[in-house]
């Protein structure tokens, strides 16, 4: 069979073909672009939500129209004159003005905190090496009152928490330190211009009525004399209720007038006043400022004051004899008024050793004062207790004279109504166990020993005061028997506050804080209301103006 006899052309094939459907071909170019224009669409939709969502719309800002506001006009400036220093002055007077402060109840109790208030205005403590149980003859040791041992110092209990626990502990009052500060408030108001304290011109200073009666010299230095032991006391007072002259505080610039007018005073061979007796009080207002506030322009004048201390003070004529503490070093006895002499006044050794202790705090220079001292104690006192060997610590009394005469191993007593007369050599009379408690503590003696007891025996069994009293004495026996302490004290303190309290003299013009000099019964009344009034607030001041020490060790 032939199969290639009838094989058909390209052209037949092509004929042969099935015809093309026109209409499926453009039914499939529609969905290609329609599926094209949903993908292009999604596309668009996609970057338009994009664009809306990052990029904020914007906002229509309301026109703002721009006001030119004219500048207030200028305040008219005073003219402002020059400050001159009595402008100054009264400035300062103005700033350290004071709410008076009514006496309130006598028990009510002060609040005692474990700690030193922050905010307090520090006040300088003295020298930390005059802790309680330093010993006399150490290297840098010395006896020491009022210091509550370490850091704490001479005047550490004087302000802030310090002041608050001291007058919790020891027994102190609302009514007490109103009292103080009445006093403070008192003396502030009768200091005179140039920072003295005069006890007999006093009342011109005060413009209040009615006024207090103008005072008399009685001082064996005369008024001038008065005047100087009356400025130092002033001092004194503001010092021991925590104010000094560089510390902020209501009463900076009556301190500092007074220590500028003891600075001023000050002779060239560096004493004080006329007698052994003024000085060492004024000597003692410049030493305590210094070791306080540390202010070097006190240094000088207190050590100059201290020199001549030590210049004036009795020499034992037979110290190979000394015996008791004072024994090992030094070969001073006491004081008396003027020059060294034989005779050795209590009086005027208790003022100088209580300015030597304040010195020594201070870190100023006192030789081998304090160690005479101590013998000038110890023979007085054995020289006054012949029959001393057979006395016991907790029953017996012991005496201590007015004055010890070296040269003849005697003593001295007055006669009870102080008036300056005294008995025959080693008859007894008048008891001056009060300074010398005081000065046996300022010289080492501690709890259970033998004088310091038999003397605080004495006080409270002769001496514990009802008003009117003699404010001298009181005074000593306050510091001395706050620093027995234990039940003697608590009995001392629970007569002595609230008589100091009730007996002063409340809301009558220029007497105000005072105590009447007619119920001090000191010297003849002569030194009058303002020498009352300074040992009446001192002897208030007593829980804090030094710590307790002298019964805390056996």
Same mark, same amino acid.
């Given at each position: 069979m032939d199969h290639d006899a009838h094989a058909p052309s390209a052209d037949e094939l092509i004929d042969d073909a099935p015809p093309q459907d026109d209409d499926g071909q453009r039914r499939r170019g529609w969905v290609g672009w329609l599926i094209s224009a949903a993908i292009h669409a999604l596309l668009i939709l996609a970057m338009a939500s994009i664009y809306f969502l990052v990029v904020p719309p914007p906002v229509d800002v309301p026109p703002v129209r721009v006001a030119t506001i004219e500048p207030p006009p200028k305040p008219t400036e005073k003219p402002k004159p020059d400050r001159t220093l009595e402008q100054q002055v009264e400035l300062d007077v103005v700033a350290e003005s004071e709410t008076p402060s009514p006496v309130t109840a006598l028990d009510l109790p002060v609040e005692v905190s474990e700690r030193e208030e922050e905010n307090e205005s520090p006040v300088a403590k003295g020298r930390e090496e005059a802790v309680a149980d330093s010993e006399m003859g150490g290297?840098?040791?010395?006896? $020491?009152?009022? $210091? #509550?041992?370490?850091?704490?110092?001479?005047?550490?209990? +004087?302000?802030?928490?310090?002041?608050? +626990? %001291?007058?919790?502990?020891? #027994? #102190?009052?609302?009514?007490?330190?109103? %009292?103080?500060? %009445? %006093?403070? +408030?008192?003396?502030?108001?009768?200091?005179?211009? @140039?920072?003295?304290? @005069?006890?007999? $011109?006093?009342? $011109? @200073?005060?413009?209040?009525d009615p006024k207090c009666e103008p005072g008399a010299p009685g001082w064996v230095g005369g008024e001038d004399g008065a005047t100087v032991g009356c400025s130092g006391y002033g001092v004194l007072c503001f010092l021991g209720a925590g104010y000094d002259h560089q510390t902020p505080n209501r009463y900076k610039q009556t301190v500092k007038r007074g220590l500028d007018y003891l600075i001023a005073i000050q002779k060239p061979d560096g004493r004080f006043g006329n007698t052994n007796y003024e000085h060492a009080v004024a000597t003692m207002a410049l030493a305590e400022a210094f070791a306080m506030t540390g202010d070097p322009a006190l240094k000088t004048p207190a050590q100059r004051g201290v020199t001549v201390i030590l210049a004036s003070q009795n020499q034992d004529p037979k110290p190979q004899a000394a015996v008791g503490k004072g024994s090992t070093s030094g070969t001073g006895l006491g004081w008396d008024y003027f020059t060294p002499t034989m005779r050795n006044d209590t009086s005027v050794t208790g003022w100088n050793v209580m300015a030597l202790k304040s010195a020594r705090a201070a870190q100023l220079e006192v030789g081998s004062s304090m160690e005479g001292a101590a013998t000038w104690l110890e023979k007085t006192w054995e020289r006054a207790n012949p029959d001393r060997k057979t006395y016991d610590p907790y029953t017996s009394e012991s005496f201590f004279p007015y004055v010890y005469y070296s040269d003849e191993d005697a003593v001295e007593y007055v006669k009870p109504d102080l008036s300056g007369e005294v008995f025959p050599r080693n008859q007894r009379g008048q008891n001056f166990s009060c300074a010398g408690m005081v000065c046996a503590v300022f010289l080492g003696h501690h709890s259970g020993d033998l004088m310091l007891e038999t003397l605080a025996n004495e006080v409270m069994k002769n001496q514990v005061p009802s008003w009117p009293c003699n404010v001298y004495y009181l005074y000593y026996n306050s510091l001395g028997i706050f620093q027995v302490g234990g039940e003697r004290w608590k009995k001392w303190n629970a007569t002595v506050r609230d008589l100091l309290v009730n007996a002063q003299r409340k809301g009558d013009g220029c007497f105000d804080g005072s105590w009447d000099y007619k119920n001090g019964k000191f010297l003849g009344n002569g030194v009058g209301r303002m020498l009352t009034t300074e040992y009446c607030c001192l002897s208030l001041e007593v829980y804090y103006r030094y710590a307790q020490v002298a019964g805390g060790k056996k």
């Amino acid at each position: 069979m032939d199969h290639d006899a009838h094989a058909p052309s390209a052209d037949e094939l092509i004929d042969d073909a099935p015809p093309q459907d026109d209409d499926g071909q453009r039914r499939r170019g529609w969905v290609g672009w329609l599926i094209s224009a949903a993908i292009h669409a999604l596309l668009i939709l996609a970057m338009a939500s994009i664009y809306f969502l990052v990029v904020p719309p914007p906002v229509d800002v309301p026109p703002v129209r721009v006001a030119t506001i004219e500048p207030p006009p200028k305040p008219t400036e005073k003219p402002k004159p020059d400050r001159t220093l009595e402008q100054q002055v009264e400035l300062d007077v103005v700033a350290e003005s004071e709410t008076p402060s009514p006496v309130t109840a006598l028990d009510l109790p002060v609040e005692v905190s474990e700690r030193e208030e922050e905010n307090e205005s520090p006040v300088a403590k003295g020298r930390e090496e005059a802790v309680a149980d330093s010993e006399m003859g150490g290297s840098g040791a010395f006896m $020491a009152i009022g $210091a #509550g041992g370490g850091s704490a110092g001479m005047f550490g209990s +004087r302000s802030g928490g310090g002041k608050k +626990r %001291a007058i919790g502990k020891f #027994g #102190g009052s609302k009514g007490s330190e109103s %009292a103080v500060d %009445a %006093a403070l +408030r008192w003396l502030k108001k009768h200091q005179s211009q @140039n920072g003295m304290w @005069n006890p007999v $011109a006093y009342p $011109a @200073n005060c413009t209040e009525d009615p006024k207090c009666e103008p005072g008399a010299p009685g001082w064996v230095g005369g008024e001038d004399g008065a005047t100087v032991g009356c400025s130092g006391y002033g001092v004194l007072c503001f010092l021991g209720a925590g104010y000094d002259h560089q510390t902020p505080n209501r009463y900076k610039q009556t301190v500092k007038r007074g220590l500028d007018y003891l600075i001023a005073i000050q002779k060239p061979d560096g004493r004080f006043g006329n007698t052994n007796y003024e000085h060492a009080v004024a000597t003692m207002a410049l030493a305590e400022a210094f070791a306080m506030t540390g202010d070097p322009a006190l240094k000088t004048p207190a050590q100059r004051g201290v020199t001549v201390i030590l210049a004036s003070q009795n020499q034992d004529p037979k110290p190979q004899a000394a015996v008791g503490k004072g024994s090992t070093s030094g070969t001073g006895l006491g004081w008396d008024y003027f020059t060294p002499t034989m005779r050795n006044d209590t009086s005027v050794t208790g003022w100088n050793v209580m300015a030597l202790k304040s010195a020594r705090a201070a870190q100023l220079e006192v030789g081998s004062s304090m160690e005479g001292a101590a013998t000038w104690l110890e023979k007085t006192w054995e020289r006054a207790n012949p029959d001393r060997k057979t006395y016991d610590p907790y029953t017996s009394e012991s005496f201590f004279p007015y004055v010890y005469y070296s040269d003849e191993d005697a003593v001295e007593y007055v006669k009870p109504d102080l008036s300056g007369e005294v008995f025959p050599r080693n008859q007894r009379g008048q008891n001056f166990s009060c300074a010398g408690m005081v000065c046996a503590v300022f010289l080492g003696h501690h709890s259970g020993d033998l004088m310091l007891e038999t003397l605080a025996n004495e006080v409270m069994k002769n001496q514990v005061p009802s008003w009117p009293c003699n404010v001298y004495y009181l005074y000593y026996n306050s510091l001395g028997i706050f620093q027995v302490g234990g039940e003697r004290w608590k009995k001392w303190n629970a007569t002595v506050r609230d008589l100091l309290v009730n007996a002063q003299r409340k809301g009558d013009g220029c007497f105000d804080g005072s105590w009447d000099y007619k119920n001090g019964k000191f010297l003849g009344n002569g030194v009058g209301r303002m020498l009352t009034t300074e040992y009446c607030c001192l002897s208030l001041e007593v829980y804090y103006r030094y710590a307790q020490v002298a019964g805390g060790k056996k």
